[in-house]
């Protein structure tokens, strides 16, 4: 099994909708999570870190679910600007990154 | 201030020669790290150094990949000799504790392996 696993979509959206998806982790023990967004031919850059009690930043909102082993990204009103990939990651003494949902927003 | 800094930008080299990247990380930060990101495979941890010592080089593919950090400023990692399926971006990353967790990539070297 996979540290970091996602769904890969795509998922394709019209701008102003709401999109979420989420992403699973194998070790029990990890501590901390965080989403970071790659632009195409571009490098990963953090997006946000993910908190136990969830947290937004704007439109994006993050949540854990440790019982489940599981984070979410929901973005809300989407924008054009917004089409991207989205890694998961998490950190249990290395940072492990999943491959990515991509999110296409159409206008 | 700079970020992290990666040449070359882009290689086609053939297969059997060398192949030689190089990063220079942000200024102060102490962890250094080298990623390889594939379709098939994504983004996947090949080595990592903190103070210029490699701390964890499990994710080094084989024998003809290897990387050097001969000083705080400056690290290489050497393919030889090359295979097509060395193709790929390789990212170098850096970070400090007091980032948290937070690391920053270079913009990659996109290499090719004819």
């Known amino acids: 099994r996979k540290e970091v696993e996602q769904d890969p979509g795509p998922f394709n959206v019209p701008e102003g909708a709401t999109v979420a998806f989420n992403c699973t982790y194998s070790n029990s023990a990890s501590q901390s999570f965080f989403w970071y967004r790659q632009d195409c031919r571009k490098e990963p850059k953090l997006l946000m870190s993910v908190y136990s009690s969830g947290n937004e930043d704007g439109r994006f909102t993050a949540q854990l679910n440790r019982a489940s082993q599981y984070i979410s990204l929901l973005i809300r009103d989407s924008k054009l600007s917004d089409s991207a990939t989205y890694l998961c990651?998490?950190?249990?003494?290395?940072?492990?990154f999943g491959a990515g949902t991509t999110v296409t927003v159409r206008a | 201030d700079a970020g992290v800094i990666q040449s070359p930008r882009h290689e086609v080299t053939e297969m059997g020669q060398e192949v030689t990247l190089r990063c220079k990380p942000i200024?102060?930060?102490?962890?250094l790290f080298w990623y390889r990101q594939t379709m098939m495979r994504g983004l996947e941890l090949l080595i990592y150094f903190n103070n210029n010592v490699p701390i964890d080089d499990s994710g080094m593919p084989e024998d003809r990949f290897s990387a050097k950090m001969p000083n705080a400023s400056f690290s290489t990692l050497k393919i030889q000799p090359s295979e097509p399926r060395d193709s790929a971006v390789y990212f170098c990353a850096s970070n400090h504790p007091e980032t948290g967790n937070t690391i920053y990539f270079g913009e990659g070297s996109w290499l090719t392996v004819v």
């Open positions: 200024s102060g930060h102490d962890y």
């Open positions: 990651v998490v950190n249990d003494y290395k940072l492990s």
